[in-house]
């Protein structure tokens, strides 16, 4: 049995990925891979034509739909990279802001503080909504989305 033959009835899963167009022209293509006499063909052509078109058509429109697939999965995996990164920055300045920290690099500035916070999404104002947060008047500041 011809390989393409082979591939094509085992990929078959009557009737869950199957339709009369693509089951008529699996068919078609059996009779013309085989040599067997095709009378879709011979009696009625422009059916014959159709259920190809038709399973052509589905199969082009299935392809577009799973390279949208493809690039949202890896859009999110990117996402999930940039985020893990950040997590990863904002983490190393929680460490360096702990009680007794005795790193090398010292208590984080309000820049580095500041630049892992916008990569999440965020900011510091402060209850007037100024950047910054803390104005030095002793008022908390306020973790808002930036």
């Given at each position: 049995?011809?390989?393409?033959?082979?591939?094509m009835?085992?990929a078959?899963?009557f009737?869950?990925?199957?339709?009369?167009?693509?089951?008529?022209?699996?068919?078609?293509?059996?009779?013309?891979?085989?040599?067997?006499?095709?009378?879709?063909?011979?009696?009625?052509?422009?059916n014959?034509?159709?259920?190809?078109?038709?399973?052509?058509?589905?199969?082009?429109?299935?392809?577009?739909?799973?390279?949208?697939?493809?690039?949202?999965?890896?859009?999110?995996?990117t996402?999930?990279?940039?985020?893990?990164?950040?997590?990863?920055?904002?983490?190393?300045?929680?460490?360096?802001?702990?009680?007794g920290?005795?790193?090398?690099?010292?208590?984080?500035?309000?820049?580095?503080?500041?630049?892992?916070?916008?990569?999440?999404?965020?900011?510091?104002?402060?209850?007037?909504?100024?950047?910054?947060?803390?104005?030095?008047?002793?008022?908390?500041?306020?973790?808002?989305?930036?």
């Amino acid at each position: 049995m011809n390989g393409t033959l082979r591939a094509m009835l085992e990929a078959r899963n009557f009737p869950a990925n199957t339709c009369s167009a693509s089951r008529h022209a699996s068919q078609i293509a059996e009779a013309l891979i085989t040599g067997r006499p095709c009378h879709a063909l011979t009696d009625d052509p422009e059916n014959a034509g159709e259920s190809i078109a038709a399973t052509v058509q589905a199969l082009w429109e299935t392809r577009a739909v799973a390279e949208k697939l493809r690039l949202r999965i890896y859009a999110l995996h990117t996402e999930e990279a940039s985020a893990i990164s950040c997590l990863r920055d904002a983490q190393a300045l929680l460490m360096r802001m702990r009680p007794g920290y005795t790193g090398t690099h010292g208590a984080p500035t309000a820049e580095e503080i500041d630049a892992v916070l916008a990569m999440t999404g965020y900011a510091l104002r402060d209850p007037a909504g100024a950047a910054g947060g803390n104005t030095g008047q002793g008022l908390p500041s306020r973790l808002v989305r930036a």
